[in-house]
């Protein structure tokens, strides 16, 4: 259950605490003190999608922290969800589930579960196990004839059932698209199969290797920069030693005529040095470069095969858009499909009687679904009819229309939709065309009392859903709740006195001024408070003293055992209380 409520900055709530009880829990005050923004702080503890305009002006961020004890049928569901998205679930015994959510006015929020960051999908998976809401508005998805199944299989318990009817049907239906798929290709076979043959023979052809486009692009590179060089070599020795004006012979030619000379000059004889060491050193690079050109003798063929070969293994990476590495499981691949169409027929036989098998599969389970629900509708009907008699509507009948077994779906062959009539002689319609608001707001109500017991969330959330209804039926749908409360813990959100007389705690949302600002205040009563809060629902402003007889009458009369309670509605004949006329 909802241990503990803190709300910060979200519209008119500054900074609001509320520790619930178990039981009834019921909200009051006057419309628009902001009871259903509270209602609304624990639709976002729920996983709803948050609006930066929710945040109240003048700060940037709202908070939510929220503490939950969860029942032990939802624990265990808790455990199996918090492992799944790697969340340690060591303080659930301790603390329960705490969870913060956090929104800012730029749209953006963060929300922790157990002081763990969590994304709103997974917030929203477990708020599903902690709580669930209840609306004034919510009546309208049993208009929803596709929420009828649902409500039907929860109430069957057909939860097991269904799941193993869902991965048939998934099976299923994959060997059906894989066998429409393979009909498809059947029809232009021939064009592929050619064409599969050629690419095969190609890669086939070429028999790239793992790790040899990487290893030949490294050699090719190596071998060109070898070439290159023994070309400059070849080019240098040439140059200096034996081309016809080799630099060597120029050399020797000058040193020729230097020697040659006459006369005694320190000049000509620095230059005779000079040229007798530029020789030798142009002598000795030349002999250098012809060692170095003989070092490099390479295959121009070799160089002219490993080019090829790389453009061959780049012209097959660029056509099939894949590395070369990957080409031989495109080969894979390619071979798989090709032996596929070569056997199109043998596959189209197999994978027909695969499909026949998985859809005789999914039949079956279909019609266990169908018996189960056949067999839990009438149950579902009567038990709906208890629950809106006792909601002053004795004499409304429903009764659980299943037609199929029609074309397998998601959740099996069947149609189900709800028929109803509220009054006798009225014959059986369906209920999104023949009941009312006020009708289908107490069928929701009937619903939620039928299905308490395979319910696993612990608080459940009612927000004005008695709208419409007043007087005994009011009265009804308050020991419904109280009745619920029994199981669950249950907060209700209220205008009508008569329900809120069943309250084990009675929170006033309050409307108030401070700083010049409005704000919202919640506030736990106390008993007298209570009868006073009643009166004023009853008499409105001006609280009399026979608004607060009548309040005093609704809580005993609420606390009473349910035969007490009767005898005193049948009461004293005296203790008449005169209704307070409108001004």
């Given amino acids: 259950m909802l241990t503990y409520l803190r709300i910060r900055g979200l519209a008119l709530l500054e900074d609001v605490s509320v520790e619930l009880a178990p039981g009834l829990n019921v909200l009051t005050g006057e419309t628009g003190a902001g009871k259903s923004i509270i209602v609304g702080a624990l639709s976002l503890l729920r ?192 140059a200096l030693y034996e081309a016809d004006d080799a630099i060597a012979g120029r050399i020797s030619a000058l040193l020729d005529r230097v020697r040659g000379g006459q006369g005694d000059s320190t000049q000509l004889d620095l230059i005779e040095e000079q040229l007798g060491v530029a020789r030798v050193a142009c002598e000795e690079a030349a002999r250098a470069a012809s060692r170095f050109s003989e070092e490099l003798q390479i295959d121009p063929v070799d160089v002219e095969a490993a080019e090829d070969r790389l453009h061959e293994l780049d012209r097959l990476r660029r056509k099939h858009g894949v590395d070369v590495d990957e080409l031989a499981d495109r080969l894979a691949r390619m071979r798989a499909e090709l032996e596929q169409l070569e056997h199109a027929d043998e596959h189209l036989l197999t994978l027909g009687r695969r499909c026949a098998e998985l859809e005789g599969d999914c039949r079956a389970s279909a019609a266990r679904l169908h018996g189960a629900r056949a067999g839990a509708g009438k149950g579902l009907a009567r038990a709906l009819e208890a629950e809106l008699a006792a909601l002053h509507m004795p004499r409304a009948r429903l009764s659980v229309e299943i037609t199929g077994p029609d074309e397998l779906g998601p959740s099996g062959a069947d149609h189900v939709e709800f028929l109803f009539s509220a009054n006798p002689g009225e014959p059986l319609a369906p209920l999104r065309r023949v009941a009312s608001g006020g009708e289908l707001s107490r069928v929701l109500l009937a619903l939620k009392g039928v299905l308490a017991a395979q319910d696993r969330v612990a608080t459940y959330v009612f927000d004005e859903v008695d709208a419409g209804v007043g007087g005994a039926v009011a009265e009804a749908i308050g020991r419904r709740l109280h009745h619920a409360a029994a199981q669950h813990q249950v907060l209700c959100v209220t205008h009508l006195p008569q329900i809120a007389a069943f309250a084990d705690a009675h929170f006033r949302v309050d409307k108030i001024q401070r700083g010049g600002r409005t704000l919202t205040e919640v506030v736990r009563l106390t008993e007298a408070e209570r009868t006073d809060e009643l009166a004023r629902m009853l008499g409105g402003a001006a609280v009399g003293a026979s608004a607060r007889e009548h309040a005093a009458a609704l809580l005993r009369q609420a606390s009473a055992r349910p035969d007490d309670a009767k005898a005193m509605r049948r009461g004293p004949r005296t203790a008449k209380v005169t209704p307070r006329k409108r001004a």
């Fill in 47 to 238: 996983g709803a999608r948050a609006r930066g305009e929710q945040v109240r002006e003048g700060r940037e961020a709202a908070e939510i922290d929220a503490q939950f004890e969860p029942t032990e049928p939802s624990r265990t569901r808790l455990v199996e969800v918090f492992a799944r998205h790697g969340l340690s679930d060591a303080s659930m015994a301790d603390e329960g589930v705490v969870v913060h959510r956090s929104l800012s006015r730029a749209g953006r929020g963060r929300t922790t579960l157990q002081s763990t960051l969590v994304t709103q999908a997974v917030l929203a998976e477990i708020g599903e196990e902690l709580i669930d809401i209840c609306s004034q508005h919510e009546h309208h998805f049993l208009t929803h004839t596709a929420r009828h199944l649902e409500v039907l299989d929860a109430y069957a318990g057909n939860e097991g059932e269904l799941a193993e009817y869902r991965k048939r049907y998934l099976a299923w239906r994959g060997v059906l698209d894989e066998l429409a798929s393979l009909r498809e290709r059947a029809a232009a076979r021939e064009q592929r199969v050619d064409y599969l043959r050629f690419q095969i023979d190609e890669i086939e052809a070429a028999r790239p290797e793992r790790g040899e486009y990487e290893q030949l692009r490294r050699r090719v590179a190596l071998l060109r920069d070898a070439r290159r060089w023994a070309e400059f070599a070849r080019d240098a020795h040439a």
